[in-house]
């Protein structure tokens, strides 16, 4: 018997490419480009973003409305909602051979759960089963740039969001500074473990998205992935 | 008092040798007479003084209601169900069986992560990868895991709920079409994983197939024991 998540790497035909970056970096619009872009050109594509599976997204909207998530609570209800799509979606796709797209990866839990204070191997052993991306984009803003695109015109900060579980300040937009410079720092130390193709985010959207597509072209036999057999 | 620990990296933040209390366990399949068991020695303990905090699967206040519809509903994979229970663990040892520790209770467990780890490697998940997921889960002081034939758990079940359950009959994992079969292949298949859980965790085996009382005493002895060597 063979579960999910054990398939080997070298076995599936697609590809997996995520995006990573703080909150206002610019990578939600990058992937969505690179998904158009891929789905007009007749690509075999799928889109899954972050924190979206239907069976237990209720479970993390409740757990966050009520602040009754720890550390390793809000570790493992993220793992789990990862999981589900992943044994679900992601991996079948890939093994069908798709080209699958991921809107943040296991590297956001690995940076969010480590600030949070788990223990970085345990967070890293816990997403072990999840195989590692073709290419991860990492789009690198400096902090403060960062910080100005999300602050700016003071929004409402969602209380996980702004780290405000972390009890680094009672004040939202601080305690949002903080825990984004935490995360930033986490991101930076993983660019070499992991490979991440580092984008400059603070480039126009146009040029950035340029560069995505060359990196793809690239590194990606992209006519391998055309629909076939149908005009 | 016992000192505690953590079986692997533990929770952030918490420190295992500040917690006191003890941490009693009974694992056992469905029908070897668990839940009897531990109203029994909740009566048992209470008439001698001691504060009890009751834990079970699938009791947390984060997940419980959606993981019984996840069950019931959508199946979900072996993994995502894997982590589902573990998200609901993490939630009770945390907010129920710390608190309770720090206090001073007898926590008594109906079940705990040898019957998620069982479950997870039978259904073909890896056993270190489930190792180190329940790295985070405290070390008890006494494991009981109460040992009955299929064939009586099987009677049990009849006599309960007229039925099988189809989890607890393995049905998910395709073993068998046929309810029965499946069940008696499932929990063969659990003994074994229980079996050899034992070594390495040190569980006391009990005969759960006498009559309530006689394994009722045998758990009154081991209890005593213990809180005999390890006053609270």
Same mark, same amino acid.
């Given at each position: *018997?063979?579960?999910a998540?054990?398939v ?16 206002g970096?610019?990578?939600?619009? %990058?992937? =969505?480009l ?5 789905? /007009?050109e ?7 973003e972050?924190?979206?599976?239907v069976?237990?997204?209720q479970a993390?909207?409740k757990g966050?409305?009520r ?6 609570t809000?570790s493992l209800?993220?793992c789990?909602d990862?999981?589900?799509? =992943?044994e679900?979606?992601?991996l079948?796709l ?6 699958v #797209? ?32 073709d290419?991860?984009f =990492?789009?690198?803003l400096?902090l403060q740039?960062a /910080?100005?695109?999300?602050? &700016?015109?003071r ?7 702004a780290? *405000?579980? /972390?009890? /680094?300040?009672?004040?939202p =937009?601080?305690?949002?500074?903080v825990?984004q ?7 930076d130390? *993983? ?5 991440? %193709? &580092?984008?400059?985010a603070?480039q126009?959207?146009?040029?950035? %998205? ?5 990196i793809? %072209?690239?590194?990606?036999? #992209?006519?391998?992935?055309r ?5 | 008092?016992?000192s505690?620990?953590?079986y692997?990296t533990?929770? $952030?933040? !918490? ?26 020695l909740?009566d048992?303990?209470?008439?001698r003084? @001691?504060?009890?905090?009751n834990v079970g699967l ?10 019984e ?18 998200t609901?663990f993490?939630?009770q040892?945390? +907010?129920k ?10 926590v ?12 997870d490697i ?7 990868? !489930? ?8 070390? $008890?002081?006494?494991?009981?895991y109460?040992?009955?034939r299929p ?6 079940n ?20 046929d ?11 659990m003994?074994?994983?229980f079996?050899?859980m034992?070594?390495?965790?040190g ?5 759960? +197939?006498?009559?309530i009382?006689?394994?009722a005493?045998?758990l009154?002895?081991h ?6 060597d @390890? $006053?609270?």
């Amino acid at each position: *018997m063979t579960p999910a998540g054990t398939v080997r790497a070298e076995d599936l035909k697609g590809k997996l490419i995520a995006v990573e970056g703080l909150d206002g970096s610019g990578k939600s619009t %990058q992937i =969505y480009l690179l998904y158009r872009w891929l789905t /007009l050109e007749k690509f075999k594509v799928f889109f899954t973003e972050w924190n979206s599976s239907v069976v237990v997204k209720q479970a993390t909207k409740k757990g966050k409305k009520r602040h009754l998530l720890t550390p390793t609570t809000f570790s493992l209800i993220h793992c789990t909602d990862f999981a589900d799509r =992943y044994e679900r979606q992601v991996l079948p796709l890939l093994r069908a051979g798709y080209i699958v #797209l991921c809107d943040r990866y296991v590297y956001t839990a690995f940076s969010r759960d480590a600030v949070r204070g788990c223990d970085r191997d345990w967070v890293r052993r816990l997403y072990s089963f999840a195989v590692k991306p073709d290419i991860t984009f =990492y789009f690198s803003l400096p902090l403060q740039v960062a /910080l100005g695109r999300i602050l &700016v015109g003071r929004p409402q900060l969602k209380y996980h969001e702004a780290g *405000m579980d /972390l009890g /680094l300040s009672d004040d939202p =937009y601080e305690s949002f500074r903080v825990f984004q410079g935490r995360i930033k720092e986490e991101y930076d130390n *993983m660019i070499s473990e992991f490979g991440f %193709q &580092v984008i400059d985010a603070a480039q126009p959207v146009e040029s950035q %998205q340029e560069q995505v597509r060359e990196i793809i %072209q690239q590194r990606i036999d #992209l006519p391998g992935f055309r629909w076939r057999g149908r005009a | 008092m016992s000192s505690k620990q953590f079986y692997g990296t533990g929770l $952030p933040g !918490v420190d295992a040798s500040q917690l006191g209390g003890a941490l009693v366990v009974i694992e056992g399949a469905d029908g070897s007479g668990r839940s009897t068991q531990i109203a029994l020695l909740k009566d048992w303990l209470e008439r001698r003084g @001691y504060a009890i905090e009751n834990v079970g699967l699938r009791r947390s206040n984060l997940v419980s209601k959606e993981l019984e519809k996840a069950k019931t509903g959508t199946i979900l994979g072996a993994r995502t169900l894997s982590l589902f229970y573990a998200t609901d663990f993490a939630d009770q040892l945390e +907010n129920k069986i710390l608190p309770a520790l720090r206090a001073g209770f007898i926590v008594l467990a109906d079940r705990y992560i040898y019957t998620l780890m069982a479950r997870d490697i039978v259904r073909g998940l890896e056993r270190d990868w !489930v190792k180190s997921v329940y790295g985070i889960a405290l070390v $008890p002081d006494l494991v009981f895991y109460l040992r009955v034939r299929p064939q009586l758990l099987v009677e049990r079940n009849f006599q309960k709920n007229l039925t099988l359950d189809y989890w607890e009959s393995g049905m998910d994992i395709g073993l068998s079409h046929d309810l029965f079969e499946s069940f008696f292949e499932y929990q063969k298949r659990m003994q074994k994983e229980f079996l050899q859980m034992q070594e390495v965790y040190g569980f006391k085996m009990i005969n759960g +197939n006498r009559a309530i009382r006689s394994v009722a005493r045998d758990l009154q002895m081991h209890i005593e024991e213990f809180l005999a060597d @390890y $006053p609270l």
